[in-house]
């Protein structure tokens, strides 16, 4: 499977309660050969209406930080967990994200990036362990398979709590160091 019949086979989805109140499948974005990818855990209301992910306030604060570190955003995948929003931006369920996942590995399979950032606890907690603590265990990377994964601190987080900023500008900074061959491998 190609990424245009995976993006059509996802727009069609309807194995959870989602399914039935998106406005846009949110598949993803980017680069399908990248060496890196953004994994999130859902679209936000600006997300569903656009069908992109991370174009909101907390994309936008994201694309200042690819700018700060000059990665350009058109080189990397952005992708979510779950394809649909939930409602009121609450976190995803268990059940939403174990009917998404599937879409989410396919997406893996098919960009086989070197690099795995996720953005949030949720993803975190998803992709690299289940007791993964952002605070604590940010920017960390771990190898998983083919991978090596770290987990920052989600965007619209740092818009509640500016106090992180610099934590994630940190954090941006020796990814972009590992994109450029500079930074240690895990």
């Known amino acids: 499977m190609d990424m245009t019949e995976l993006r059509a086979l ?13 406005t846009n499948c949110v598949f993803g974005v980017g680069n399908e050969h990248a060496e890196l990818m953004f994994v999130g855990e859902a679209p936000g209301e600006q997300e569903d209406l656009s069908g992109i ?3 909101g306030r907390a994309g936008k604060l994201l694309d200042s930080y690819f700018d700060a570190v ?10 979510n967990i779950l394809k649909c929003r939930p409602p009121h ?7 939403e994200q174990d009917a998404c996942i599937e879409y989410l590995r396919e997406q893996v399979r098919i960009i086989r990036p070197r690099f795995i ?11 690299i362990k289940p007791d993964f ?54």
């Open 117 to 127: 950032v996720c953005l949030g606890r949720i993803a975190a907690m998803r992709l």
């Open 53 to 55: 992910p991370f174009v």
């Open 70 to 79: 000059g990665i350009d955003r058109d080189t990397v995948y952005i992708a």
């Open 10 to 22: 996802c727009g069609t989805c309807g194995k959870c309660e989602l399914s039935k109140t998106r």
């Open 133 to 186: 603590k952002i605070t604590q265990e940010h920017g960390k990377w771990f190898r998983k398979g083919d991978f090596e994964m770290s987990a920052f601190f989600h965007p619209s987080a740092l818009l509640r709590d500016p106090r992180k900023k610099a934590d994630m500008l940190t954090d941006m900074q020796v990814l972009a160091e590992k994109l450029n061959g500079n930074g240690e491998s895990t």
């Open 89 to 95: 931006n609450r976190d995803p369920l268990p059940a």
